[in-house]
């Protein structure tokens, strides 16, 4: 009877299986997030921009934007169109001021109307205007922003408002469902969903941003809303996307809230941030270059510059130094060392244990506040071949736009070198973290190379590690 019982147990489940319609199973799967999205929409809020902008008109590439905040970009479809116009018929001044309108999101973080957002939805903004969901509009007043990390802090006059709790979410792991509120293209209140693809993704530059990465759908005007877990908490500010065609393709990124929210402590405390920096250049180490360093493994942050004036320099880091732990906090990859020293303030001192020739070390470093200064020029003088370069001595008209430690030119690129990526007019500044400035210098480097090497390289202002894979 206890067979029969089961089975027919087993049958009875399976034809309710087969009768339960499968829209129901598919929603009992899911999670529901109209919860979550009721309760967030009325803290979510569109952000309308004017200003003006200045776009050069001439072929000076180093002239500044001021929306850049740096070196005119060259992609800009505007500026492009510009200098041809100027080119063609002439009568254009060196640079033009142009109105500038722009849309965004941001949310209420306090009830007194202070509001979180992304500093590139509000650069440039002569005016910010808030319109909240139950279509009220307020002029924002910036109260600070911040570039390196892309958060701003805007203030409305406005009290009893509704607005998002703020408590330290816990650890995102990929595959958690997240939910994006915000107006893209102007559509206010937009509801979009996805998983969590990535957590603590560096993206290219000197950012100090463990991005998170997802593939909830966000687009322009998406930037600078939050991005929600399932049980209801802020954990990101939906800030980028990457796209060939400007739009949403799959992969988008947030600023994860305990960054933005150190961030708007600063600012609403003081009006300004301050970074703590170690003033050094590094990359990622990969196969090979763990091989030329002699490292177990490929891990950790390798120290491709440092600023002969700066924090790193003080505390004894060299060019070559592989970065494995500050703090006792583990660094796996680059992106690590920019988002642990991003928990410390400028003057605070911090534990940096390296690898250097084959052993561990342990540093002591006074972090440094504000941009690092730029490394001196040098010379030198003759030529040589080694690793698939002909190499010389740079002379004075080498050395003029470019800012170096001792190195030597490189004129020619074959072989392993160029399969490597390195190209003419590189400066080779050193060898398995030896700097070289001599022919000599580079014959005594080659002679002692097994089955790789790793080559400092200049390019412009960048200074990174090639690595060569000699057997």
């Known amino acids: 009877m206890t067979l029969a019982f089961v089975g027919s147990s087993y049958a009875a489940n399976a034809a309710a299986a087969i009768t339960e319609p499968a829209s129901e199973r598919l929603a009992a799967a899911l999670p ?60 254009l001044p060196p640079q033009m001021s142009l109105p500038v309108r722009g849309e965004g999101s941001g949310f209420i973080v306090r009830s007194d109307g202070v509001i979180l957002t992304n500093a590139h939805v509000v650069a440039n903004a002569d005016e910010v205007l808030v319109r909240l969901t139950d279509r009220r509009e307020f002029r924002a007043k910036v109260l600070g922003t911040d570039k390196l990390t892309d958060i701003a802090v805007l203030k409305i006059d406005a009290s009893n408002l509704q607005a998002v709790s703020l408590a330290p979410p816990r650890a995102l792991r990929a595959g958690e469902w997240v939910l994006a509120i915000g107006s893209p293209f102007g559509f206010e209140s937009t509801v979009t969903a996805g998983v969590v693809s990535a957590t603590k993704r560096t993206l290219p530059g000197d950012n100090p941003v463990p991005f998170i990465q997802t593939d909830a759908a966000i687009n322009p005007g998406n930037s600078g809303g939050p991005l929600i877990n399932m049980i209801g908490e802020v954990v990101g500010i939906n800030s980028q996307i ?190 398995d973290a030896q700097p070289v400035n001599s022919i000599n210098q580079v014959s005594s480097a080659a002679a002692q190379a097994n089955e790789a090497v790793a080559l400092l390289i200049q390019r412009g202002g960048m200074k990174f590690y090639v690595p060569l894979r000699l057997l």
């Open 32 to 91: 529901d997030m109209t919860g979550i999205a009721a309760k967030f929409a009325p803290t979510v809020v569109n952000i309308s921009v004017s200003g003006k902008r200045n776009i050069s008109t001439s072929d000076d590439v180093e002239m500044r934007d001021s929306d850049s905040g740096g070196v005119a970009q060259e992609s800009d479809p505007m500026r492009e169109f510009l200098r041809g116009f100027q080119k063609r018929f002439g009568g």
């Open 242 to 431: 990457y796209s060939k065609s400007g739009g949403y393709q799959g992969l988008s990124f947030a600023i994860p809230i305990d960054t933005a929210q150190r961030i708007e402590q600063q600012i609403l405390s003081s009006g300004q941030v301050r970074h703590a920096r170690l003033s050094i250049g590094v990359q990622e180490v990969d196969q090979t270059l763990a091989r030329a360093f002699k490292l177990d493994k490929p891990a950790g942050a390798l120290v491709s510059d440092v600023d002969p004036s700066g924090a790193g320099q003080r505390a004894g880091l060299l060019g070559g130094d592989v970065v494995l732990a500050v703090n006792g906090r583990s660094i796996d990859a680059p992106g690590d060392l920019s988002t642990t020293l991003g928990l410390y303030k400028p003057g605070e001192s911090v534990a940096i244990e390296v690898w250097r020739q084959g052993a561990l070390r342990t540093l002591h470093a006074r972090m440094d506040d504000g941009p690092a200064p730029k490394v001196p020029k040098i010379a030198a003088a003759a030529t040589v071949v080694h690793f698939g370069l002909t190499l010389r001595a740079p002379d004075s008209d080498d050395l003029r736009d470019v800012n170096s430690a001792p190195a030597l030119l490189i004129e020619r690129v074959d072989g392993v070198a160029e399969r490597a990526g390195v190209q003419v007019g590189d400066m080779l500044l050193a060898v």
